[in-house]
Nanobody, 123 residues
Framework: QVQLVESGGGLVQAGGSLTLSCTAS????????MGWFRQAPGKEREFVAA????????VYASSVKGRFTISRDNAKNTLYLQMNSLKPEDTAVYYC????????????????WGQGTQVTVSS
């Protein structure tokens, strides 16, 4: 059972930056494709970004492309999301998720989830 723990959320002004981290308990972290999702109040959880097992491939939602960067450090069992030029509409609970082997965009394709970390962007 893979356990994922997010950190790094907080309150930031519009235009600011935050970096989220997600630490995995699994020693075979490099066997998992990883993703970031977010859920705003009253909305469904949505895809943000995903990265392949060794980080060679990444995909992004159009709403964050060019502003967010997903990366991973397999030696540290850690996933990151660097968020720049934040907007009030980026306000949400951010979740990291993992699945074996291949990148995916749908929440239903991920097997393991963290508890989430709140990001609030003030205008």
């Amino acid at each position: 059972q893979v356990q994922l723990v997010e950190s790094g959320g907080g309150l930031v002004q519009a235009g600011g930056s935050l970096t989220l981290s997600c630490t995995a308990s699994e020693r075979t972290f490099s066997s998992y494709a990883m993703g970031w999702f977010r859920q705003a109040p009253g909305k469904e959880r949505e895809f943000v970004a995903a990265i392949s097992m060794i980080g060679g491939s990444t995909v992004y939602a159009s709403s964050v492309k060019g502003r967010f960067t997903i990366s991973r450090d397999n030696a540290k069992n850690t996933l990151y999301l660097q968020m720049n030029s934040l907007k009030p509409e980026d306000t949400a609970v951010y979740y990291c998720a993992g699945r074996k082997y291949t990148i995916a965009r749908l929440t239903t394709e991920y097997d393991y989830w963290g508890q989430g970390t709140q990001v609030t962007v003030s205008s």
